[in-house]
């Protein structure tokens, strides 16, 4: 089916690609397998993530370092997101473009250090469609493009799940701060 | 990573935060190992996965290959030349028989003809020092040989399921050689009642090769016997890259079990040596 190795460039790459495949390949089964609730979509979403890998293994600098693993962590949780809005088409909105209101975005003024603690349980309810976004966007720094290789959508797609999830945020941490002025 | 246009102090904010979310998820994520004993991956998983890796393991394969064709034409080239000697010996024996016409002599060079056969055998499947067996070039002191090591092959035998079975060829095992460790990882709880799982880490540095079929012992009377392997598949070698792990099941069915409480062993043949883990019939067959 797939000759991964053949898409790497060099036999440093490969060999890099099989270390990360020897040390993670359990641990990232286990991350979607948590997330799906089903070992043979979690075998799934592992090949995707290893098949995006191959084309993203620049951005993996030392394969036993935290920052990969966690890197490799958000890129199987995206994968098994991806499988779970299959699964579930009805909903499943379509990526159609939302700029109004991108300019008065204000989910700016909630991020302070005063908001660590409420943004910290926003981000931990957050969907893992909008928080993969985030992560890759601002964790990992990668550009829309390359994020939308990865989910396998256009990067104005990307563009556009980002403005929702900010959005999305938003509200959460609006509502939050709304508690905490009640209490 | 590539850092490209910086953030806000607010997106730093957030992906402080982001990290910090990631990191207590995956705080009660087990440690790779453990999950490794706890899940085995699907065939179709597998072989997607193996095929992933043809193009790296091309290189072991090749030198795979070239130890597969020269290992036979060795051990054919050693059988031919004890032939060859055991021939000659038959042949010195027969005339000595013939022209003293002793009855002595011919008993001599029959058991000398079964020896012969029994050493040519023997030396087919010893590939490793098949040049100290054709060592000696006196064919009365070769027929000496053979008919030692024949009796020393028989070796001591042990009732088993109603049959005599050979004693082991080695009594103690270790479970790790050359950085290749057999485990057995899941005792009992495997596939229907003849199956026990089992996983081999390959640890060291290089890629280890050993063979794909594994042999069985029974522990009887403080002794190791190989138990009489009854099933079709065929003896090959494999190779396995360094940090891999493989965990797979194995049916004993195919063994002629006596369905007896024993202490057994799965034996698995490198290269270098061999090793074994042990286990006990009710631990890793399901009743």
């Known amino acids: ?183 | 990573m590539k850092r490209h246009n910086a953030l806000t102090d607010g997106e730093q904010l957030l992906a402080r935060v982001l990290e910090e979310c990631l990191e207590e998820d995956l705080s009660f994520v087990p440690p790779e190992r453990e999950i490794a004993r706890k899940h085995r991956f699907s065939q179709a998983f597998e072989d997607v996965m193996s095929e992933l890796f043809e193009e790296e393991e091309e290189e072991d394969e090749a030198e795979e290959e070239i130890r597969r064709h020269f290992r036979p034409r060795f051990a054919e080239l050693a059988a031919v030349i004890l032939v060859f000697f055991i021939c000659g010996a038959v042949a010195m024996s027969l005339s000595d028989s013939f022209f003293s016409a002793s009855t002595s002599s011919d008993t001599a060079a029959a058991e000398t003809t079964e020896a012969a056969e029994e050493e040519t055998t023997a030396e087919t499947w010893d590939m490793e020092e098949p040049t100290e067996e054709t060592a000696g070039t006196d064919a009365g002191e070769e027929n000496g040989e053979a008919v030692a090591e024949s009796a020393e092959a028989a070796g001591s035998m042990a009732e088993y399921g109603g049959e005599l079975i050979d004693e082991a060829a080695e009594q103690e095992l270790a479970s790790s050689l050359d950085g290749l460790t057999l485990e057995l990882a899941y005792p009992g709880a495997e596939g229907g009642n003849t199956t026990v799982g089992y996983s081999l880490e390959n640890s060291g540095e290089e890629a280890v090769s050993y063979s794909s079929l594994f042999d069985l012992e029974v522990y009887l009377d403080g002794l190791w016997y190989t138990v009489p392997y009854a099933g079709e598949e065929t003896r090959d070698w494999v190779s396995m890259g360094s940090g891999m792990v493989l965990d797979g099941a194995l049916d004993l069915s195919a063994w002629a079990l006596d369905g007896e409480e024993h202490l057994y062993r799965l034996v698995l043949q490198l290269a270098d040596g061999r090793i074994g883990a042990e286990f006990t019939f009710e631990e890793a067959v399901l009743e």
């Not at chain 1, 948590?34 to 043979?40: A, N, P, Y």
């Not at chain 1, 991806?82 to 009805?90: A, G, M, N, Q, T």
Request: with cysteine.
């Open chain 1, 1 to 183: 089916m797939f000759l991964f190795l053949a898409l790497l460039d060099s036999p440093d790459e490969q060999e890099k690609f099989a270390e990360i495949y020897n040390q993670y390949r359990h641990f990232m089964w286990y991350v979607a397998n948590q997330r799906l609730k089903d070992e043979h979509l979690a075998e799934d979403a592992v090949q995707e993530a290893f098949l995006a890998l191959t084309r993203h293994l620049d951005k993996v600098e030392d394969v036993h370092s935290t920052r990969t693993r966690n890197f490799l962590a958000t890129i199987v949780r995206s994968k098994a997101t991806d499988i779970l809005r299959k699964s579930r088409p009805e909903e499943e909105l379509p990526e159609k473009e939302e700029r109004s209101g991108w300019e008065s975005d204000a989910l700016e003024q909630y991020l302070k250090k005063e908001q660590y603690n409420a943004l910290v349980a926003c981000v931990l309810e957050l969907d893992d469609s909008y928080r993969v976004v985030f992560e890759y966007k601002y964790l990992y720094r990668m550009t829309d493009k390359e994020i939308g290789d990865i989910l396998g959508i256009s990067a104005k797609n990307v563009n556009v799940r980002c403005f929702r999830a900010r959005r999305k945020l938003q509200e959460m941490l609006r509502k939050e701060a709304g508690r905490y002025e009640k209490a």
